[in-house]
């Protein structure tokens, strides 16, 4: 018995609409919720809402209402619900996602559902631009990356993943934020008052190759395994380098003079970043191994400590303002093995499952959000900035992979032949990291909308264009030929999304 | 290689201090994080923490650190984790958990961990005393006990169920009620300010048998069946009746006059909580049974739609003030057996094993917090009414069920013996819903913090004497003889207690 899509995604719709209304604006954070009871006082306050009141106020209520109190647990568990079931309504109608990804259509479901909420006049939560995003949402789905690792090809590979990672990102923040410095020059565009360190921080944000994006595309390592090691792993070693280039160029923005020990003190930042994140991961993987050997009698709690040890690890490097992604990700790396070996075989199906669970649901959301903020965000447009932005993250991305390749490949026992080269290049997909870094760059910068407005077109572009390029590489790898029609299809994506982004700015 | 308890004990306490010490006051809430970054911006604010400020200012800082945007994961991690090191410890060296069961060991680790927390004016976290407690920390608990309870007998005791919670409850109520109004005629006690109405509302608080601690006691379903079905069953559809008794004492307790149509209302009320409960309960049960049918493609995601909908019953059921607990109870109830069926053996593992793991550790950090705000909470003594509380308490539970025992056991096919009625009188724990509940009191109440201190009584006395009293149930149901032996150290046990709260209201 199958639920058409169309009806079910019709009616997440409804709900959305209608769970956009009924729980008013919701600005930056809720307010918080006082001591309360389970039990409702009879004697309401007079702006307690209630369902059916009673003629006589002195008589005791039979029913009665209180929303503020549950508010925040009852709003999460309404969106997680209905991104699951966005995840079942996709699957049901399967064709769907054979022509068109799981990303695409969430971003699409969130672009309608934010339209919706923009024009009743409803602010959606304040999930991507804020610590909601970088505290909740990112660690489940690097814990997944980094769970899920195959070890051994991703160790025979370290010395490319971090060549491409450092090199690469280097190499593509300091091209693409040049580029868009010297295109600023030019006076047609009306852009000349973006100065070249801020043309750097963004291009910083935009360089940064994105795991949840790139999930979407090599969901499956035995398309490559060797490609897929090297893209994961750039994009999770990448953050190393993204950290203390942002930090740099945001720092450098607003000193007027830059000192050489600058330049040195970032370059021993780097290490800092990088090594400490590595360090904490190892530590803390190492403790929840060694833990481990004690939960013998405690098995039911046993999942809990992989956890707990994993977000510890990415807490305390956020604390330290290191790397948090590397922290998580070696750490799961170092205790995958001995937890595995020491929990019973029930803990162990759980933890599998459960981190799959959570960085799935992370995901959904993820896009899902992507796209209601496309709509709900103020925009700022600029046809040259953007179409370049765009055009130098693709030419950099390739031009990178081309020549970093060469210099690569006599090193590598397996060398990347111009397929591997061609799907790394079109691997290099931007998402969620970069739109939360735009969020965050400080108010001083006059730009700041315009950086926002470009990065969702960079992250758009990537995610219906790339992955569906990223099917096709696929097919490529896989020598199919169904490359020509889907990309009819994703011209027509683009299009639409460029007309919404069109209407919403005017 | 096994690392001594009383070792483990004592790291757990030094971290404790630690983190108490380190982590600053925390009120009722903690701040707000504001919209931050993933990389702190080098140029800090004065007042932001910097682990080792570079000597010139003006140069990019190597080191930073960002406490406040991570703190509240931070520390909720911090006391997960070291909550489930105590149970780690607890079981490490086995013969304590012989002597001592594990609630009394937690409470006793949260007394010594308040008393060090007291002696540094650190506030503890406000977990008891306000919403996390309803809204996080419960329904795990109440989940774990209705997905695992065996429906058949259930519904063969469900008459003796409701005859229990029902009926007994409201017995011990207003006998316990009535009770303490006579002792608050007596000038000597010097308590004459309590009136009847408040008398009623605080037994109704205390007379309500609590789930969490009933756990603890009959932990195993093998003991005596019929037993732990009822006892279980009692406290988890006495909350019903508690809600009604509670909110119709408090309205009673703010109004001069009590109406004939009040009385009818609050009988009404009885109904729509219950019903209302089990409704939604019902509801949200085959939506998820329902649901579970299209799943078989997003395998991946099957458990958190069992944990959404049991969790949108619970908070359902408070946005309208009805049963919360009946209702995820219900949803438990009704969704498990088609979810086993639609769900793969994955999902199912995984489901069980979560919802085992969240409740054990929310019973961990409910008996830990319990200890902690022992110490840290105002309180007021007053012998004469506390004995007396304690007193009613353990009298009326025991004639309640003499008397209930003999009206229902002809309706029973399995009639009640007198072990089966002394396991039933001492089964019946008072626990955290309690003590949640006492701070829910409004202010307007006078001897608020005298309530506040006879609940904590009733709770430690019940934890401490009668859960070994129920390990001495089920000696006595086994015939065993150890009885003596462990009562004499659970005297000691309750006198260390008493002495710690009189050195604290002193």
Chains 1, 2 share one sequence.
């Not at 019709?10 to 918080?32: D, K, M, Y």
């Not at 009743?120 to 939560?125: D, L, T």
């Not at 000193?255 to 370059?267: A, I, K, R, S, T």
């Not at 600029?382 to 081309?402: D, E, K, P, Q, S």
Request: negative net charge.
């Amino acid at each position: 018995m199958e639920v058409s899509a169309a009806r079910r995604a019709g009616l997440v719709l409804i709900v959305f609409a209608c769970s956009g209304l009924l729980h008013g604006s919701r600005g930056e954070n809720s307010p918080q919720p006082t001591g309360g009871v389970t039990l409702l006082p009879p004697v309401v306050a007079d702006d307690g809402p209630q369902a059916f009141p009673d003629a006589e106020k002195a008589n005791m209520p039979v029913f009665t209402m209180d929303y503020p109190r549950i508010q925040i647990p009852f709003e999460i568990t309404m969106w997680v619900l209905l991104a699951s079931f966005a995840k079942i309504g996709f699957h049901v109608y399967n064709k769907i996602t054979v022509w068109v990804p799981e990303s695409c259509l969430l971003i699409t479901i969130g672009l309608m559902v934010g339209a919706i909420m923009h024009s009743v006049h409803e602010e959606p939560p304040a999930v991507l631009s804020s610590n909601v995003f970088f505290l909740y949402m990112l660690p489940p789905i690097v814990l997944d990356s980094g769970y899920f690792m195959p070890t051994r090809p991703f160790f025979e590979n370290i010395g490319t993943v971090l060549w491409f990672a450092v090199v690469g990102t280097l190499w593509n923040s300091i091209g693409i934020g040049m580029s868009l410095f010297a295109i600023c020059q030019i006076e047609a565009f009306g852009v000349q008052d973006i100065n070249l360190q801020e043309n750097l921080l963004f291009a910083t944000i935009i360089s940064a190759v994105d795991p949840v994006a790139v999930l979407s595309v090599f969901e499956d390592v035995s398309v490559n395994e060797q490609l897929y090691i090297v893209v994961f792993g750039e994009c999770l070693f990448n953050d190393a380098v993204t950290v203390v280039l942002y930090n740099m160029f945001n720092f450098v923005a607003e000193m007027p003079v830059v000192e050489p020990v600058d330049v040195f003190l970032g370059v021993a930042r780097f290490f800092v970043v990088g090594l400490g994140g590595m360090g904490f991961g190892v530590l803390f993987g190492f403790t929840a191994a060694f833990t481990t050997r004690f939960t013998s009698r405690v098995r039911e709690i046993e999942p809990l400590f992989i956890f707990m040890y994993s977000y510890l690890a990415y807490l305390v490097a956020e604390l330290f303002a290191i790397s948090s992604i590397m922290a998580i990700v070696t750490c799961a790396l170092t205790m995958k093995y001995y937890v595995e070996e020491n929990v019973s075989q029930r803990s162990c199906t759980t933890i599998r499952h459960v981190v799959k669970m959570l960085g799935s649901i992370s995901e959904t959301l993820i896009f899902f959000f992507l796209g209601v903020v496309t709509i709900t965000t103020e925009h700022e447009w600029n046809w040259g900035y953007i179409v370049f932005t765009l055009l130098f993250a693709l030419v950099w991305r390739g031009l990178g992979v081309l020549v970093l390749t060469q210099i690569i490949n006599p090193f590598r026992t397996i060398p990347f032949n111009m397929k591997d080269q061609f799907g790394l290049a079109y691997g290099g997909l931007r998402g969620a990291i970069s739109f939360a870094l735009v969020f965050t760059l400080p108010d001083t910068i006059v730009r700041k909308q315009l950086f926002v407005t470009a990065t969702i077109c960079v992250i758009l572009f990537t995610v219906f264009i790339q992955v569906r390029g990223g099917d096709s590489t696929r097919d490529v790898l896989r020598c199919s030929f169904i490359f020509s029609t889907k990309a009819g299809l994703d011209v027509c994506f683009v299009c639409f999304v460029c007309f919404v982004c069109f209407v919403c700015v005017s």
